[in-house]
């Protein structure tokens, strides 16, 4: 039997697709994952974390970012109103799926004064309403859009996709892992990140056009939760973006966690930095990344090889994470067991091996991070502690960006891609976006026959 649709990955953008089709009334669609359902995942399991129903969501802070500057790239396929109503319609699915009805960051004239004291401190501040699920919360959202499509979509687990099968230049189906295979009408391709280095392949395979992205490659920085209470009350996760003096590198602050922790991650053999919070759980520290961009120019065309390149050297160095002290850093000295035993910033991720960074980052990305460090102390005095404690390395690959149209679709016929694996997104909700534009294009085509 040929299916309709077939959708490669069950992270937020396959979800939605699928979501969609079955509410535009598209009744033969298959959903591929290759990790486990979502009830045979666990948090602490490496294979788990990006991979599985939910894909990267299922674990990730559930941090919803309204604001449509941030997140992805979907303002470069819709005029400033079609995105505006997009994300409002994809995250009002959210909230009738279980997310909370607060937002944050709101504008209110305390945030006025903020951008204010940013912009003479050389620091740009970019406005973000977030939605806050919580990584204690995001199982059970997920769950209920599994529950909105049983019965509409059909689900397989476990089931990898080996290869995306064209004829005559449209889709004509998949290939499994186990060789099965599974002809079709359409297919939209929702790998993630986990799926990006695979959606490269078949991009290079199928002679899709793509393009490499940049690399953002930096450190964690974890402080007590009343250096950032100003800020965090007002905005949650505040965005501020600084220019590095030296470089002219774009340095921006990523992820802002009031009250959570910082945690490890698994990346194919290295270990990295992140963070998250919870809804219900309150910690004593608040933590945020600072990254760098680095775009490549040729010869060289593998930014997500540097960038694992210097994780690698922080788990030589240290074993797995590293962690050290700011005013170590700043002394030129390691930070020992012994130093972080008298930091007035309890780390809250314990494992990391206390060490010396400027053994790791390249002096572009170490004076990157110590210039933004200053910067940030002018608009929340207490960030540039002896105290405050640099997780490393933090990096966020993302995947090289495939060529689309307005509706998704690549140079194939039928051949849709969506989320984070295609480098269109770099969130839950536009990679969900992107998913929904796919769907409505897809629909309106199998409707007209
Ligand atoms: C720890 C962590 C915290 C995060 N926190 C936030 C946050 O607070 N807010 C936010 O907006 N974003 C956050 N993110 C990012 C967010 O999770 C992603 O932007 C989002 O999940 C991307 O959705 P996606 O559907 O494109 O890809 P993914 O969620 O990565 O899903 C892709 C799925 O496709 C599957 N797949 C890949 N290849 C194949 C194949 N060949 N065959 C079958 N299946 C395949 C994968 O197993 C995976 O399950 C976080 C990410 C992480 C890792």
């Known amino acids: 039997m040929a299916y309709d649709v077939i959708i490669i990955g069950a992270g937020p953008a396959g979800i939605f697709t699928a979501l969609t089709l079955a509410e535009s009334g598209v009744g033969n669609v298959l959903l591929l994952e290759q990790g486990k359902d979502l009830a045979g995942r666990e948090r602490g399991r490496r294979e788990d974390v990006l991979s599985g129903w939910g894909g990267a969501g299922a674990f990730s802070d559930g941090k919803l970012t309204l604001s449509p500057e941030v997140g992805g790239f979907l303002g470069e396929f819709?005029?400033?109103?079609?995105?505006?109503?997009?994300?409002?319609?994809?995250?009002?699915?959210?909230?009738?799926?279980?997310?909370?009805?607060?937002?944050?960051?709101?504008?209110s004239p305390g945030l006025e004064e903020l951008a204010d004291q940013a912009r003479l401190a050389d620091l740009k501040l970019i406005p973000s309403?977030?939605?806050?699920?919580?990584?204690?919360?995001?199982?059970?959202?997920?769950?209920?859009?599994?529950?909105?499509?049983?019965?509409?979509?059909?689900?397989?687990?476990?089931?990898?996709?080996?290869?995306?099968?064209v004829e005559g230049g449209r889709a004509s189906g998949v290939a499994l892992e186990s060789g099965e295979l599974l002809p079709c009408?359409?297919?939209?391709?929702?790998?993630?990140?986990?799926?990006?280095?695979?959606?490269?392949?078949?991009?290079?395979?199928l002679g899709l056009q793509t393009q490499a992205s940049p690399v953002d490659i930096g450190v964690?920085?974890?402080?007590?939760?009343?250096?950032?209470?100003?800020?965090?009350?007002?905005?949650?996760?505040?965005?501020?973006?600084?220019?590095?003096?030296?470089?002219?590198?774009k340095v921006r602050t990523f992820c802002m966690n009031p009250y959570g922790e910082v945690v490890t991650e698994w990346h194919g053999g290295i270990t990295t930095i992140n963070g998250h919070s919870y809804a219900d759980r309150r910690g004593e520290n608040t933590n945020f990344a600072i990254l760098v961009s680095s775009a490549f120019t040729e010869p060289f065309d593998d930014p997500i090889g540097y960038g694992r390149y210097i994780a690698r050297l922080a788990n030589f160095l240290g074993g797995g994470a590293m962690v050290q002290r700011l005013g170590d850093l700043l002394a030129g000295r390691r930070s020992t067991p012994d130093r972080i035993a008298r930091c007035l910033t309890r780390p809250s991720l314990r494992e990391a091996t206390p060490g010396d960074l400027s053994f790791v980052f390249p002096y572009r990305h170490l004076l990157g991070i110590i210039e933004m460090l200053q910067a940030l102390e002018k608009v929340a005095p207490g960030v540039y502690s002896r105290h405050t404690l640099l997780y490393g390395v933090e990096v966020k690959f993302y995947s090289n960006r495939i060529q689309v149209s307005p509706e998704m679709e690549t140079g194939v016929e039928n051949l849709f891609t969506v989320g984070d694996g295609a480098g269109i997104t770099r969130s839950l909700i536009q990679a969900s976006a992107s998913g929904v534009l796919a769907a409505r294009a897809v629909a309106d085509r199998v409707r007209a026959g």
């Open 78 to 107: 819709l005029a400033p109103d079609a995105l505006d109503a997009l994300l409002a319609a994809t995250d009002a699915r959210y909230v009738a799926h279980g997310a909370p009805a607060e937002v944050f960051g709101e504008q």
């Open 129 to 165: 309403r977030i939605r806050h699920i919580g990584t204690d919360y995001c199982p059970r959202v997920l769950e209920r859009f599994r529950s909105s499509m049983a019965g509409k979509v059909e689900v397989r687990t476990g089931c990898r996709v080996a290869e995306i099968r």
């Open 185 to 205: 009408r359409f297919v939209v391709a929702a790998p993630g990140r986990s799926g990006a280095g695979w959606m490269k392949d078949q991009a290079g395979a």
């Open 220 to 249: 964690r920085v974890e402080l007590p939760g009343a250096v950032l209470k100003r800020i965090t009350d007002l905005t949650y996760e505040s965005k501020f973006i600084y220019y590095c003096r030296t470089f002219d590198d």
